[in-house]
């Protein structure tokens, strides 16, 4: 499938997964880390990211999704929250992309009212510029320009999320 030249090559992803995963396994090197990825779209950097993490970790996942009904509201409604007992636990949200950050604040929120040891969050890619919420974010892979991006587990109305690579939608893409 081709639906545009990368914006970020398979090569440079990989290359910065390993990097984050490396500052994540000596940060957490003695702690008791649960990484909770966001589904759907951090699924596919979720995956790489933990194979290279080397401190002892457990996994879970929340499923949100959010609704913006003009550029400055959004409602986000969380479908799934982790089983793992996050009370007194070091956490590690990863995300595919902050946009807004309505999301991530409203998720972060929801993590530390159970009363976590400590709370980072990880995300691949950074739209600094439609920022509406700064949310404090501890690992960023790449700054990306205002464009609607796809690909490595990013989706236009749930298609290309397969594409290995990070790429720019354009409209007239199949
Ligand atoms: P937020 O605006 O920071 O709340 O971002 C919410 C979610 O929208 C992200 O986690 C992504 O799943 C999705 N999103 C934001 N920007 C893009 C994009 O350029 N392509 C695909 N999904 C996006
Ligand atoms: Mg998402």
């Known amino acids: 499938m081709f639906i545009g030249t990368p914006l970020i090559t398979e090569e440079q992803i990989q290359r910065k997964v390993k990097e984050l995963a490396q500052k994540i396994s000596n940060d957490y090197a003695q702690k008791d880390l649960i990484v909770i990825g966001i589904l759907k779209g951090s699924f596919m950097f979720f995956s790489d990211l933990i194979r290279y993490i080397k401190s002892p970790l457990k996994i879970d996942f929340i499923i949100a999704s959010s609704y913006v009904k003009d550029s400055s509201s959004g409602e986000v409604k969380i479908h799934y929250f ?16 902050i946009d807004t950050g309505i999301s991530l604040q409203y998720i972060r929120e929801k993590i530390l009212e159970q009363n976590p040891a400590s709370l980072k969050i990880c995300v691949l890619l950074d739209k600094k510029e439609r920022r509406i919420i700064e949310v404090p974010i501890d690992y960023i892979g790449f700054s990306v320009p205002n464009k609607f991006i796809v690909g490595y587990g990013l989706d236009y109305q749930e298609r290309f999320r397969n594409i290995p690579y990070i790429t720019i939608f354009k409209k007239e893409a199949k």
């Open 82 to 97: 982790p089983r793992e007992e996050i009370q007194g636990k070091d956490i590690l949200l990863v995300d595919d992309i």
